[in-house]
């Protein structure tokens, strides 16, 4: 197929899709040894930069994110950036000042969120990688509702370079791809130190020597309140995973129920002050009314670009940054933060990977998510939460599909810097496990 066509194809998916905020329409793909696609809030030089808000429609960074320029060294073609949910905040994708990205097993479902056009990029385009960034689940939730796989490696192990943050504490950059033995080639590529971020110095060097998972533990209070086609569909699964030779142990983690609040928390309170610099000044939109004074000014561009759900948290985490509020709140979720640590380092001590539903039910309609108030979104996180909070990385697999067709996933949780068990039981799984294609038609 010559560059034309491959980026008629593109163009032609990208529309119905939505995968795509701004994507390379012409010119040459040249030698590229790979494409691939990035979330929108990693810079790069010949694409649009606006992590889904308006408030920074036409920023044009000049630098690529240390991960994108990882990946082009490596012979990588970046064609596209994709569509997300406003800064990271939310769980469906549907919180974008740009396009809402359609799921490719069912045109009137979410793609997951916030990475939710890098699951539909990964699921829709052939032998393509994409990047994600993952808060609170934004990685491992859209490649289960689209069928993929997706990894979240330790915080740290990937530069944050060039990534708009969310929250500084908890961003992180993963891949998704339908073959797992993409993302075993391409996260070393990616990772490693590098001085622009600190955070990424301290890693020990990721090492990819094919350790086999040897046993899960199964948290109790993470199989309740699932829906039941996707109960179902994971237990198969614990089934398919005890033939494969892996030992299958209910445990109980009381402490995951508290990871939910103390996230909240920490997320919205860096939010809140990440985001305080979008004033209508230095980056995105700028032409306001000068004759303001600064609070109304910079009230004006708030007001007027930033979407609801932005706003929402904006509050939340400026209200529990109050002075008199500190140690009521950010302080004791700080505290829960390491409780939550020190649950999974006591499960890793007898276990190789904590083991649970990726989300608690398929991906639902876009009127179902209409009718979802803020709380209940929320609560859609609670699988992935945890392993967030702790830092720790997690993988998402296909296992399973419910009577309408639609993708379900189980996520693996392993210890910290232990990526090669979770790479691993990726390849392994997808030897014994058939992975649907979405019947990507034009």
Request: proline share 5%; hydrophobic share 35%; charged share 25%.
């Amino acid at each position: 197929m010559s560059d034309a066509d491959t980026l008629s194809k593109l163009s032609k998916l990208n529309e119905k899709y939505q995968m795509f905020n701004d994507f390379c329409r012409d010119g040459e793909l040249g030698d590229a040894k790979f494409l691939f696609s990035a979330k929108d809030n990693l810079t790069s030089e010949e694409y649009e930069t606006c992590a889904g808000s308006r408030i920074l429609g036409g920023y044009h960074p000049i630098f690529d994110a240390t991960s994108i320029a990882k990946l082009k060294a490596a012979g990588g073609k970046l064609v596209g950036k994709t569509n997300m949910d406003e800064f990271g905040f939310g769980t469906f994708s549907t919180n974008s000042g740009f396009g809402i990205p359609r799921n490719p097993f069912d045109l009137s479902r979410s793609c997951g969120g916030s990475s939710g056009g890098s699951a539909c990029a990964a699921a829709v385009l052939d032998d393509h990688i994409s990047l994600g960034v993952s808060t609170g689940g934004s990685i491992c939730c859209p490649a289960s509702f689209c069928g993929t796989y997706g990894i979240v490696p330790s915080y740290g192990r990937v530069s944050r370079y060039g990534l708009i943050d969310y929250g500084n504490s908890l961003d992180k950059i993963g891949i998704l791809s339908v073959d797992p033995k993409q993302m075993t080639n391409y996260l070393p590529i990616i990772a490693g130190k590098d001085k622009e971020d600190p955070t990424s110095c301290v890693q020990p060097e990721l090492k990819i020597t094919h350790k086999k998972m040897k046993s899960v533990a199964v948290p109790r209070e993470a199989v309740e309140g699932i829906a039941k086609d996707v109960l179902e569909a994971f237990n198969k699964a614990l089934e398919d995973l005890k033939s494969m030779g892996i030992d299958v142990e209910y445990v109980d983690m009381p402490e995951l129920k508290y990871a939910m609040p103390a996230y909240y928390i920490l997320a919205t309170s860096e939010a809140s002050t990440n985001l305080a610099r979008y004033v209508g000044m230095r980056y995105g939109q700028q032409e306001g009314d000068l004759t303001l004074g600064f609070d109304d000014y910079f009230t004006s561009f708030r007001t007027e670009y930033f979407g609801d759900e932005a706003k929402r948290r904006i509050l939340l985490g400026t209200y529990t940054r109050m002075e008199g509020f500190r140690d009521r709140y950010y302080a004791k979720a700080l505290q829960v933060r390491l409780v939550v640590i020190d649950a999974y380092k006591k499960m890793f001590q007898n276990h190789d990977a904590v083991l649970t539903p990726t989300m608690p039910f398929v991906s639902p309609k876009f009127d179902d998510i209409s009718r979802m108030t803020p709380v209940e979104s929320y609560k859609a996180d609670f699988l992935t939460v945890p392993a967030n909070l702790a830092g720790t990385p997690h993988l998402n697999c296909p296992c399973g599909y419910n009577a309408d067709g639609m993708p379900i996933g189980m996520q693996f949780v392993s210890d910290h810097w232990n990526e090669d068990v979770l790479l691993t039981m990726a390849e392994e799984w997808d030897k014994q496990f058939e992975v649907r294609k979405a019947e990507v038609s034009l």
